[in-house]
């Protein structure tokens, strides 16, 4: 996020289709299109959704994604479906008795990545919610994608499905940096300001005669450095501190002159 | 998944605390502990739920995950929800004008999984359904956690949010092959076992009268060995594929006595 709002569904790069399997409800439809648009995809497929299509219910779970189910297609089955996609995927949450690749959400993401990079089109299949999908439609698929779920409670819902293979797609060709710099209009100090900063500690520490014995100054002045360190300062929170000691050292020198 | 059904909850090992703050409806409430269980999650902490605590549409919601909503516990405040914890996170849709580290979900989960190697308990914050956490919440966090969605539309239920956070927690710890092998009951064939089969072919091509110019063989027979090549037979495959082509030969034998 923190990007731009100006991205619309058209300028998106092309990304793999969803196929949902005979859904059941339309909510989980909704569901799986706001899912797709949070992550960049925008081409549905449907196969015999159980209430009919257009689903208003659909429509109102999808939380603004409506240009997601607008342009859904419909399909009477699923060969039909897949009829002009040159690989295709298959979730399934469960072990096949198939001698078939499986692969992470992770790594289907990058091998979709190869795939689409070469021309071919690319579609994922996803089964209704109760059952998943059929061993036939597991068949049709190139390979099967299983995520590495906690195996005593490995069941997604539709949308949720949905959501981590599209998220590792969107990771896929993601540039963004793993820890970023936030700086709410600030750039960190550098650091010579911070070293101007705790000698000016450091002097009033020693007028405000804080060490007991002069040893413990090496010491003290390591952990202070450490802290300011770790704290990666701004130039503008290092002024602040600057007037925050310049206003105690001037207290205590006027203290000073009344005893 | 595709593993054994015997994990128990309480099996799993120690993972972030989710802190669910002023959560709205008890369906998220129920998606979230879903979320959690799927990715070995367990320990949730509410903060002055809108509806109180029990909420039967958490429950309802949580298709099984009872347990993680049996054992959360309440807090009046986000103060008090992670008064025990050494190191909090932040979940957030939007930037804030804020100097503090902003992670991926998957840097983040990398990071939590140095924080409680060193024994430090974690925490993640996620806000309420419409506005996300305030800005003394945020405050009050270590470091800021923002996925790098779709920028036209990055705004995520308080479910899918969840999922995405554990799912990369999840990850960070898991072993699972990126591609597996998945044999159902059987074994790649032996190259020789490959090389026998193509050989029986290459010599009824022969016999068939195949080539209509014998140079055309050589490019045809690395064809077929690219095509196994690919297909990586089993061995099981291997000894059907040699009866197919046993039988189609011993078909033409008869044929070619009787003209």
Known sequence: MAGTDSTRASDLAPGPAI?????????????AARAMLNCGLTEMRLVRPRDGWPNPKAFSASAGADAVLEAATVYRNTGDAIADLQTVYATT????DMVKPVMTP????????????AGHKVGIL?????????NPDVTRANTI?????????????????????????????????????????????????????????????????F??????????????RNIFARARLTD???RTLRGVVARMASLRRRLAKKI
């Open 19 to 31: 196929v949902l399997v005979e859904p059941q409800l339309g909510e989980n439809i909704g569901a």
């Open 93 to 96: 949450a469960r072990h096949r």
């Open 106 to 117: 992770t790594a289907a993401a990058a091998d979709m990545r190869g795939e689409m990079a």
């Open 126 to 134: 996803f089964g209704r919610e109760r059952t998943g999908l059929t």
């Open 145 to 209: 994608i299983t995520a590495p779920l906690n195996p005593a409670y490995s069941s997604l819902n539709l949308g949720q499905s949905v959501l981590l293979v599209a998220w590792e797609w969107l990771k896929s060709g993601d540039a963004t940096p793993p820890v970023q710099y936030a700086a709410g209009g600030s750039f960190p100090a550098a650091h010579d300001d911070v070293r101007d900063l705790l000698e000016h500690i450091d002097r009033e520490l020693d007028a405000a005669e």
């Open 211 to 224: 060490y007991r014995h002069p040893d413990q100054r090496p010491a003290m002045q390591q952990n202070l």
């Open 236 to 238: 503008q929170e290092t």
